[in-house]
């Protein structure tokens, strides 16, 4: 399975960026995405999730309000729709995919998916 992150790039704050992540590779169900970002330096945390049953979410404190997750269940991709970015939105940003059925209160662990894209770097400028 290969998850493929697009959509990072530069841009000022107050602006807006829309990441997107594809699944491929062997026929598989997922049921969740999720993505994370990370810091140099610093353990990658959690951003959003996203869970195929019911489509419930989960946004960290930092980025509810500016950020939305969505994504089709039946291609396995999903989107982050970032608005209002701040320079401390400036990281590298992962997705990821859990395959086994998880509670939407764990989705927010990096220990719950199973596979994981390369990263895609977002920088937002003062």
């Not at 704050?13 to 062997?26: I, M």
């Not at 990821?96 to 990096?110: H, K």
Request: proline letters at 2%; a positive charge.
């Amino acid at each position: 399975v290969q998850l493929q992150a697009s959509g990072g790039g530069l841009v000022q704050a107050g602006g807006s960026l829309r990441l997107s992540c594809a699944a491929s590779g062997r026929t598989f169900s997922s049921v969740a995405m999720g993505w994370f970002r990370q810091y140099p330096g610093k353990a990658r945390e959690s951003v959003a999730a996203i869970s195929w049953s019911g489509g419930s979410t989960y946004y960290a404190d930092s980025v509810k309000g500016r950020f939305t997750i969505s994504g089709d269940s039946a291609k396995n991709t999903v989107y982050l729709q970032m608005n209002s970015l701040k320079p401390e939105d400036t990281a590298v940003y992962y997705c990821a995919i859990a395959t086994y059925t998880r509670a939407m209160s764990t989705l927010a662990a990096g220990s719950s998916y199973d596979y994981w894209g390369q990263g895609t770097q977002v920088t937002v400028s003062s």
